[in-house]
């Protein structure tokens, strides 16, 4: 099992930045991929940022270019920075955890609220 423990939600107006943090614990081996992801009301959950155990780094078209995701490995912790921030952002932002593109451990999200 790994467990994910999200923290950095807050309230910001646009054009401002927020960091999110993500700190994994557990059985770590069994990981190759961290990642952001949304779900803001009345929507599905979609994806933001991701970051694998290669370093390979991958981006919703939406926030490429305001948004990056960057792992500490010596911490087990991957970061999302958001700049720029939209009111469209607004969303409860969910870590999430798994191997390739399937995500089997969710975290219990975070709430970002931008304000016009």
């Known amino acids: 099992q790994v467990q994910l423990v999200e923290s950095g939600g807050s309230l910001v107006q646009a054009g401002g930045s927020l960091r999110l943090s993500c700190a994994a614990s557990g059985s770590i081996f069994s990981i190759n991929t961290m990642g952001w992801y949304r779900q803001a009301p009345g929507k599905q959950r979609e994806l933001v940022a991701t970051w694998t155990s290669v370093g390979s780094t991958n981006y919703a078209r939406s926030v490429k270019g305001r948004f990056t995701i960057a792992r500490d490995n010596a911490k087990n912790t991957v970061y999302l920075q958001m700049n720029s921030l939209k009111p469209e952002d607004t969303a409860v932002y969910y870590c999430?955890?798994?191997?390739?593109?399937?995500?089997?451990?969710w975290g219990q999200g975070t709430q970002v609220t931008v304000s016009s």
């Open positions: 999430g955890a798994g191997w390739g593109t399937v995500v089997d451990y």
